[in-house]
């Protein structure tokens, strides 16, 4: 598995890549609407034309800034939300896809291994893998088990006791794969739950201080109303944009990883029922520090 920091580094250049996009596009996506605004929006008066002319600006942004600083402020959040919910999104996928791929073939090579201590000896030529762990840790605790087993008189209390440390010590390794595997889906999960509550947040400040204004012009027109409450707007339309990718990204990685963990499942009972017809036909047999299967 690739290291913590090599992971934080993909995540933020993607980040990077994804924030100088959104920055790119936005005025191109606010060019028409620029048009149609200008074309529309009447002249009521000096403080209304200022409005006016803020809300055609071709900057989100800009037009953010106007509703408030704190609108402002939550609109720079949910960017970071979306920015970072894509990159966690895309690092997931290529992530997930290859421990899927790398865990179906090992599981393969398992089967068409000629024994354990051969398919042992050739772990380095495997990529990393969840299956390749669950593995690892399992054979180590079968050639504990094995010399467990000859220390003992009772060989039924040795074979009892060696399968019931393999089962403990595959169920420790699946969970410490699967761990690994939902890295940083809190974050998604905490980003898809609290961006719609943030730019609703953001929606109703804005709304306030629009009226607020409203009430000290005196002018309770449409064209007074609309341009306030069509900033304050944007932090909805954003919280949105942050929250359904990080919603779609948790679901689409909490299904793979659930098929992943139900195929290690699979490969540790195979292991447990390979492992436990070995210690039952070797009961009479002298071992060695190998275990010989």
């Known amino acids: 598995m690739v290291t913590k920091a090599h ?60 509703a408030g600083i704190v609108v402002f402020s939550v609109l720079a959040i949910l960017v970071v939300s979306s920015v970072l919910s894509w990159a966690i999104m895309i690092w997931k996928i290529i992530v997930l896809r290859k421990s899927i791929r790398s865990s179906d073939v090992f599981i393969k090579s398992f089967w068409d291994s000629r024994s354990l201590n051969d398919l042992n000896s050739r772990l380095g030529d495997y990529a990393p893998s969840p299956a390749k762990e669950v593995f690892r840790t399992g054979y180590a605790e079968l050639v504990r088990g094995s010399q467990l087993k000859e220390s003992l008189p009772n ?29 940083l889906l809190p974050v998604l999960a905490t980003i898809a739950s ?21 009430a000290r012009s005196g002018s309770a027109s449409l064209a007074a109303v609309a341009p306030g409450i069509s900033e304050a707007l944007i932090a909805t339309a954003f919280g949105l944009a942050a929250a359904i990718p990080a919603v779609i990204a948790f679901n689409t ?14 490969f540790t009972m195979d292991f447990l029922n390979i492992v436990g017809r070995y210690l039952v036909s070797d009961r009479k047999s002298t071992g060695s520090n190998q275990a010989p299967i």
């Open 194 to 214: 609290a961006a719609p509550f943030v730019g609703l947040f953001g929606t109703v400040w804005g709304i306030m201080s629009s009226f607020e204004g409203i």
């Open 7 to 66: 992971n934080w580094l993909v995540v933020s250049l993607l980040g990077l890549i994804m924030l100088t996009f959104s920055w790119g596009l936005s005025p191109i996506c606010m060019a028409q609407e620029t048009v149609k605004a200008g074309s529309e929006v009447p002249a009521a008066s000096s403080e209304t034309s200022v409005q006016v002319e803020d809300i055609n600006s071709p900057s989100i942004f800009s037009r953010a800034w106007h």
């Open 155 to 183: 060989s039924t209390l040795a074979i009892s006791a060696a399968m019931e440390n393999i089962n403990r010590s595959l169920v420790k390794a699946k969970r410490i794969e699967r761990k690994k595997l939902e890295t």
């Open 253 to 266: 990685a909490n299904a793979r990883i659930r098929n992943l963990v139900g195929s290690l499942d699979g």
